[in-house]
């Protein structure tokens, strides 16, 4: 059975940092890409990050980019999402997803497993 669990949610400032983890269990990590997705009450999933099998190949929401920064250790069987200067449109529930396959994709349907999801909440 395969499970992703998220931690490093939380409340923080605007302007404060947090690092989101997502480890996988029941899956070889290091073949597969994965992604992290955020969802806002009352908006749509969208992408936030995703990295291929190796971490060698990344894509970033342009308007993300130079704040988040994904990031994958396949030895720990973890993937991360470090998040500086942090806004309140930050505020959501992140999720972290498991790839079909070892390339990245923006795509939620390229993605076969999800975590639970980790409430992020920026107060300003």
């Known amino acids: 059975q395969v499970q992703l669990i998220e931690s490093g949610g939380g409340l923080v400032q605007a302007g404060g940092s947090l690092r989101l983890s997502c480890v996988v269990h029941?899956?070889?990590?290091?073949?597969?890409?994965m992604g992290w997705f955020r969802q806002a009450p009352g908006k749509e999933r969208e992408l936030v990050a995703t990295?291929?099998?190796?971490?060698?190949?990344?894509y970033s929401t342009s308007s993300l980019k130079g704040r988040f920064t994904i990031s994958r250790d396949n030895t720990k069987n973890t993937m991360y999402l470090q998040m500086n200067s942090l806004k309140p449109e930050d505020t959501a529930v992140y999720y972290c997803?498991?790839?079909?396959?070892?390339?990245?994709?923006?795509?939620?349907?390229?993605?076969?497993?999800w975590g639970q999801g980790i409430q992020v909440t920026v107060s300003s």
């Open positions: 997803a498991a790839g079909r396959n070892q390339y990245y994709s923006r795509l939620s349907s390229d993605y076969d497993y």
């Open positions: 029941g899956r070889t990590f290091s073949n597969y890409a």
């Open positions: 990295i291929n099998w190796s971490g060698g190949g990344t």
